[in-house]
T-cell receptor, first 114, second 111 residues
Framework: NAGVMQNPRHLVRRRGQEARLRCSPM?????VYWYRQLPEEGLKFMVY????????ESGMPKERFSAEFPKEGPSILRIQQVVRGDSAAYFC????????????FGPGTRLLVL | DAKTTQPPSMDCAEGRAANLPCNHS???????VYWYRQIHSQGPQYIIH???NNETNEMASLIITEDRKSSTLILPHATLRDTAVYYC????????????FGSGTKLNVKP
């Protein structure tokens, strides 16, 4: 039973480019969450999605960041016009969507902006 | 949402029990206590969670005080591979799908 998958594991972008991070939830999970971890800090919630719906995006920066979870395919976290401050580890988690809601995390994507 | 307080670091000898405390004095009646750990910079790993009763699984035990204001995660026989940052999280009552990660406790298991 495969866990949460994220790709790429490492991503290097120059300032001004776009970054696309992908997350495939665990089989049978319909809820996806994105978190960001800056160096030497804890994880910070960004966005919570269900299939084709953004449920809570209160942790997303107002500009340049967007997320989607289409009916088919992985969830995508998109960062436009990246800046050096976007360099971080981005983790995706999924949960089954039952009342218990334990979240299971992927290995993360390390984004480095040059 | 209840906040948690954890010591920044702890040491434990290999083979001994590691007891990691967490204070959550403002926890509400229907909020769960979750524990995760992060080894190096890997993705957080779920360990255990509970509401009121003590819980045990193959990884650890969770002891929650009767007033629910604090809890202790117990790793019964710590190994070097248990060296990690351990996060105690209270699942938000009204934003129950967000997990708030604080600074955690860095557990150093020493030979």
């Amino acid at each position: 039973n495969a866990g949460v998958m994220q790709n790429p594991r490492h991503l290097v972008r120059r300032r001004g480019q776009e970054a696309r991070l992908r997350c495939s939830p665990m089989k049978g999970h319909s809820h996806v969450y994105w978190y960001r971890q800056l160096p030497e800090e804890g994880l910070k919630f960004m966005v919570y999605l269900q299939k084709e719906n953004i449920i809570d995006e209160s942790g997303m920066p107002k500009e340049r960041f967007s997320a989607e979870f289409p009916k088919e395919g992985p969830s995508i976290l998109r960062i436009q016009q990246v800046v050096r401050g976007d360099s971080a580890a981005y983790f995706c988690a999924s949960s089954p969507g039952t009342s218990e809601e334990t979240q299971y995390f992927g290995p993360g994507t390390r984004l480095l902006v040059l | 949402d209840a906040k948690t307080t954890q010591p920044p670091s702890m040491d434990c000898a290999e083979g001994r029990a590691a007891n990691l405390p967490c204070n959550h004095s403002t926890i509400s009646g229907n909020e769960y206590v979750y524990w995760y750990r992060q080894i190096h910079s890997q993705g957080p790993q779920y360990i255990i969670h509970g509401l009121k009763n003590n819980e045990t699984n193959e990884m650890a035990s969770l002891i929650i005080t009767e007033d629910r204001k604090s809890s202790t995660l117990i790793l019964p026989h710590a190994t070097l591979r248990d060296t990690a940052v351990y996060y105690c999280i209270v699942r938000g009552q009204y934003n129950f799908n967000k997990f708030y990660f604080g600074s955690g406790t860095k557990l150093n298991v020493k030979p």
